[in-house]
């Protein structure tokens, strides 16, 4: 489910602790925690409803102005209306952990065998290969950075979103750059030598 930026930022502000979605079955359960730009939001109710049943309160709740302008925001979708509880549940564990500058010898072997993996499961070796090339050109346009790597744009984008789950590397506004976690891994090097 994705959350536009008015319902993060009041979500963030604690603004809003409610949102409608229109789909044809539920896209979240109860208890899942989104990542955000905000960090973790929290789903904390779903509940199919109907645009009748909702109140003016739960258009404020939802960050609506008033319950006409809700009703307008219903009249461009089609589906079951679905109330959602949302509530601020952290910061994102891969922002936490991409700012670690020192790495454990666990963790590194860990890491290394995890690149062994992705490594093996993929038509090529590209773990250490990506992660330097980010490192060596931060900030870079991810359509020369692919071309680089000699792969479409949209699997190059793929493979850096595994190394920002690993806390690896970061977004930026154009490109990406190398986290303090991913310095750290570099300065370990690679099992084989790399």
């Not at 666990?106 to 062994?116: G, Q, S």
């Amino acid at each position: 489910m994705l959350l536009d930026k008015r319902e993060l930022a009041g979500i963030e502000a604690g603004r809003i602790s409610l949102v409608f979605r229109t789909w044809q079955s539920p896209r979240v359960r109860v208890g899942t925690r989104l990542r955000t730009p905000i960090g973790l939001v929290g789903i904390t109710g779903i509940e199919p409803t109907s645009r009748e049943t909702v109140t003016e309160d739960d258009a404020l709740r939802a960050g609506h102005p008033s319950l006409a302008e809700l009703h307008r925001w219903f009249d461009d979708r089609a589906g079951t209306v679905y109330r959602i509880g949302v509530k601020p549940a952290g910061p994102d564990p891969r922002v936490v952990l991409r700012q670690r500058a020192e790495l454990t010898p666990e963790e590194v072997a860990d890491l290394r065998t995890r690149f062994r993996r992705m490594d093996r499961k993929a038509d090529r070796s590209w773990t250490w290969q990506t992660l330097r090339l980010i490192a060596d050109n931060p900030g870079r346009v991810s359509t020369e950075l692919a071309e680089a790597m000699g792969l479409p744009r949209k699997y190059f984008k793929q493979r850096v979103r595994r190394l920002k789950e690993l806390g690896l590397t970061e977004s930026l506004r154009v490109g990406y750059r190398v986290s303090p976690r991913g310095e750290a891994l570099l300065r370990a090097g690679s099992a084989e030598g790399e």
